[in-house]
């Protein structure tokens, strides 16, 4: 649920062409929002789907890379490193809270979103300016 609002915000935000600095602040916004969900106590009960956390940590990893991107332009590997140290201090102080624990898994599962996004950008862009190219002709 929260990738799916997640994504709904940034396609709704691409398509009137919002500034860089309004998904700078959006960006903050989602990572502090992000992190109180991370560090709350979660109900064993609700996560009756196996492996749906991971799927969670790859989901909003994959967005927070797409606002990441759009804040601020550096080159990809500096997205991975911050994104994977914000993932690794999410992982590190969960295992010091008593009631989350820390999980190498949850860990991939956010490098994977992190990845997942930069490739599928990367082919989609290379895409589009190819069919730029090819109506320009």
Do not use: N
Not at 74 to 88: E, K, N, T
């Amino acid at each position: 649920m929260h990738f799916y609002l997640l994504y709904s915000a940034h396609m709704f935000l691409r398509k009137f062409g919002v500034s860089r600095r309004i998904y700078q602040v959006l960006f903050l916004v989602i990572i502090i929002a992000c992190s109180l969900l991370f560090f709350k106590e979660v109900k064993s009960s609700v996560t009756s789907i196996t492996h749906i956390d991971k799927v969670a940590h790859f989901g909003v990893f994959f967005v927070l890379t797409g606002f990441l991107k759009r804040a601020f332009k550096a080159p990809f590997w500096l997205y991975i490193l911050i994104l994977a140290a914000y993932g690794a201090g999410v992982e590190y102080v969960q295992g010091t809270i008593p009631h989350r624990e820390a999980s190498l898994a949850d860990f991939i599962a956010d490098v994977a979103g992190i990845v997942s996004y930069l490739v599928v950008s990367h082919f989609w862009h290379k895409r589009y300016e190819k069919s730029k190219h090819s109506e320009q002709a």
